[in-house]
């Protein structure tokens, strides 16, 4: 019992200076309860301070209210390593203003160098990365001029005649994490939680360390009535237990709690709505038309999430869905519950969903389209002020087969007409996304061609494919002007193929398609 203590007691185990390796997945897996307790010692106290962070995927909502954002203060933070950043903007605010060092590592790299700074190996050696931002060539995943003066976490070598990119080793001081029950003895199960994530590696990492690791639950129970089997986290491991508020440890952002996330119970899946027919549905439902039914499969956050809606409302059967937290099967989830999935058939510790990734186990990849530039280039990760984060982006694309890009045309402000088997642009989006060069180059159109893989970019209007190397359109929609509503809202003229095609009519109509039959 001398284990369980209380947030504040916990928190003052944080020195001054620590690497804090913290749990996590969107709005999903975060202490929330130890959050808001190192927030308040540290407005009340100033202390911890100086801290450096690392987590694989930005915790948050987007306001300053949930998650990670709890620590986004001047002073309380001096070094921020992450992969995803797009719902923290505490944190994004603090590296714009050149406040911090932030460093943007690949998502599932990071979770991998958890497991290597538990076995005190000298890091991660990989490809993901070449050619990209992180490529310490073009700017070694350093997010701002504070951090071009700081040390290097990434290093490109050569080995056997190849490149290779080294991230760097270094000691994890302190572990916060969360799970479900705990026993006396400071075992941890994780059986109401929507994913296991990266926490073991963690843990393991932070105690080899030679550091504290502590954890959020919901109940500790007695000894002896915990499965072996279901303990995540050892008690050897642990070194202090703090019971979570109920409001502090919900399941995920969106929901206190949903057992079919859980793999506890399943549930109907008619219970899951269609997506009305926008814009949206329109990309979702091209990109559909590429799934291969026995391939295996990612979905990525934002626009692609609603491809496993679209194969749900056509009833496409036993797709192979997979989600980095260590999902696989059942539909995933979007929005704060993105990580998640309903009806999942197993789900595995994200570590070794990036050990499947990185060494080319996903056939298909569907991602977000941001910026794409003449090359085929795409950013996902950064927007002038706006940092987003590569997250799993980058493992992904860069050992898939074969890579679509799902996004609308234009973005801000884009108003259309649908229907009928028809797009009509009724109102031109403010920005234009395929642009010369991109901001910063989270998929590298060159290593793509180096590798062989098949890329599609698919917006509501128009297909291009990197053929050759080359970004070339290959359909346009029914209804609209190739001049004006193509080729007119771009910064380049890309090349165009001889048998330019429209797109199927049905992906315009307020219909199922029947994409079940066509398989």
């Known amino acids: 019992m001398a284990k369980i203590v209380s947030a504040e007691e916990a928190v003052s185990m944080i020195k001054d200076g620590d690497t804090v390796g913290i749990s996590g997945f969107i709005g ?21 301070r100086d801290l450096t962070v690392m987590f694989s995927a930005g915790m948050g909502d987007g306001t300053d209210k949930l998650g990670a954002n709890h620590l986004g203060h001047e002073g309380l933070l001096k070094r921020i390593v992450v992969g995803h950043w797009g719902l923290i903007p505490t944190f994004q605010k603090l590296v714009f203003e050149n406040k911090v060092e932030g ?20 890091g991660v050696i990989t490809k993901i990365g070449l050619k990209t931002f992180v490529d310490p060539r073009l700017e070694g ?18 080995m056997d005649g190849e490149e290779w990119l080294r991230y760097k080793s270094f000691p994890v001081n302190v572990a916060l994490l969360r799970g479900t029950y705990a026993d006396e003895d400071g075992n941890v199960v994780m059986t109401q939680e929507a994913g296991t994530l990266d926490s073991l590696s963690i843990a393991q990492a932070a105690k080899n360390s030679g550091g504290k690791v502590i954890v959020q639950v919901k109940e500790i129970v007695q000894n002896g009535t915990l499965s072996a089997r279901d303990v995540k986290i050892p008690g050897i491991y642990v070194d202090a237990l703090v019971i979570g508020k109920p409001e502090n440890h919900w399941q995920t952002y969106s929901q206190e709690y949903n057992p079919s996330y859980s793999g506890e119970v399943r549930v109907p899946v008619d219970s899951i709505e269609p997506m009305p027919l926008n814009a949206r549905k329109v990309v979702c439902r091209r990109a559909a038309m590429e799934l291969d039914p026995d391939a295996i499969i990612n979905l990525g956050i934002g626009m692609p999430e609603g491809i496993a809606n679209v194969a749900n409302e056509e009833g496409l059967p036993g797709l192979k869905l997979t989600v980095e937290t260590g999902g696989i099967g059942g539909v995933p989830m979007s929005g704060t519950a993105f990580g998640a999935c309903t009806n999942p058939d197993a789900m595995i510790d994200q570590p070794y969903q990036f050990d499947f990734y990185d060494g080319g186990g996903l056939d298909q990849a569907f991602l977000g389209l ?78 793509a061609a180096q ?20 970004l070339t359109l290959t359909e346009i929609a029914p209804g609209v002007d190739l001049e004006k509503d193509v080729l007119g809202q771009m910064e380049f003229k890309p090349a165009i193929a001889s048998d330019l095609k429209l797109m199927d009519s049905r992906i315009f109509e307020d219909q199922p398609m029947g994409l079940k039959s066509d398989n």
């Open 103 to 122: 460093y943007n590592l690949p998502l599932g790299t990071i979770s991998l160098l958890f497991r290597e700074i538990a076995g005190h190996r000298p």
């Open 451 to 470: 590798t062989g893989q098949k890329v599609l970019y698919i917006t509501e209007r128009a297909v291009f494919e990197l053929l050759d190397g080359v």
């Open 28 to 48: 999903m897996g975060h202490p929330q309860e130890l959050s808001i307790a190192v927030e308040n010692s540290f407005l009340n106290t100033g202390h911890p």
């Open 370 to 447: 941001a910026e794409c530039d003449r090359h085929g280039n795409i950013n996902v990760s950064r927007f002038g002020p706006k940092i987003a984060g590569c997250g799993g982006f980058i493992n992904i694309t860069q050992t898939a087969p074969v890579v679509v890009y799902c996004g609308t045309f234009t973005a801000k402000g884009l108003k259309e007409k649908i229907g009928n088997g028809q797009l009509e642009i009724l109102q031109e989006g403010q920005i234009k996304k395929f642009k010369n060069e991109v901001e910063q180059i989270t998929f590298a159109a060159e290593y």
């Open 141 to 158: 995943a350093k997010m701002n001029e504070k951090t071009r003066q700081a040390e290097d976490l990434v290093e490109l070598i050569e």
